[in-house]
């Protein structure tokens, strides 16, 4: 329990001088949990420890969770792969999707949520490093699937999402995380969302320093607060295991 404390003391500071760096105010970036494979139980103490946003990978996990943890207030992101026949699960038990990427997918999740009268915020994800193995819109063919969605009534875009190159050097994720925000410009100079849309959710553990330099809004932490996981996280963005 204590070591998961005083990682999030770590990863706080990590963040508190990275902004230092970048000349922005920490109060800027907010850090998501990824307690993909963690316990209900140390997630908790995250929770009470005043860590209240969540993001699960998969929809098993998010429902066998959701049970244990609803009692403490806390956000639960959905970042992982999203299957269509899973849609009904993921707005029931998730306040957010990061992982949105398909149009089929956009189309289906909205005409659910109207059905059930309800509308959800939702991140596009992009795949900014072009790597087969993950999902995500290709940069070049964002600003389309953005005017396509756009119309979907019951869809609120917050932002993007994006996953790095994974590799041991975080400068690599550089260039990922600079045209996620390129993308964002673009976005904002062709007016086709609303202005507070800015959320930019791209780092994690390995390269949180970089992404905050390059703007986000958003970090995505699992290991350096919840430590090793058994699988690698080629098992949660491979399409075959999802
Ligand atoms: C697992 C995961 C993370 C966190 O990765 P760590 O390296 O453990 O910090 C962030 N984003 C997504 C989409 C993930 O699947």
């Known amino acids: 329990m ?5 990682n999030l ?11 230092e760096k970048a000349n922005r105010n920490p109060k800027e970036v907010q850090l998501l949990l990824a307690t993909k494979t963690v316990p209900a139980s140390r997630i908790q103490i995250a929770i009470e420890a005043g860590f209240s946003l969540i993001g699960e990978n998969k929809v ?5 969770k959701y049970e244990d943890l609803k009692i403490f207030n806390h956000q639960t992101h959905f970042i992982g792969h999203l299957q269509t026949n899973k849609i009904k699960d ?9 992982s949105v990427d398909r149009l089929d997918l956009a189309t289906k999740l909205n005409q659910r949520l109207q059905k059930e009268n309800r509308v959800m915020d939702i991140f596009v994800q992009v795949n900014t490093s072009y790597e087969e193995s993950k999902f995500g819109v290709l940069p070049e063919n964002t600003i389309q699937f953005i005017k396509d969605i ?5 869809l609120k875009i917050k932002g993007l999402m994006t996953i790095g190159l994974l590799s041991t ?3 690599n994720s550089r260039k990922c995380f600079r045209l996620l925000k390129k993308i964002q410009s673009k976005i904002r100079e ?3 969302l609303d202005r507070s849309v800015n959320e930019l959710s ?7 320093e970089v992404a905050i330099e390059e703007g986000a809004t958003m970090i995505r932490v699992g290991t350096a607060v919840f430590g090793m996981r058994q699988y690698p996280d080629s098992y949660y963005w491979d399409e075959a295991q999802s």
Do not use: T
């Open 150 to 154: 756009a119309q979907l009534e019951n």
């Open 60 to 64: 098993q996990e998010l429902k066998e």
């Open 2 to 6: 204590e070591q998961i404390l005083k």
């Open 9 to 19: 003391e770590f990863i706080q500071n990590r963040i508190i001088s990275a902004c």
């Open 202 to 208: 791209m780092g994690m553990s390995g390269d949180l």
């Open 169 to 171: 050097d975080p400068e």
């Open 190 to 192: 062709l007016e086709l």
């Open 90 to 98: 993921v707005i029931r038990y998730a306040d957010c999707i990061q």
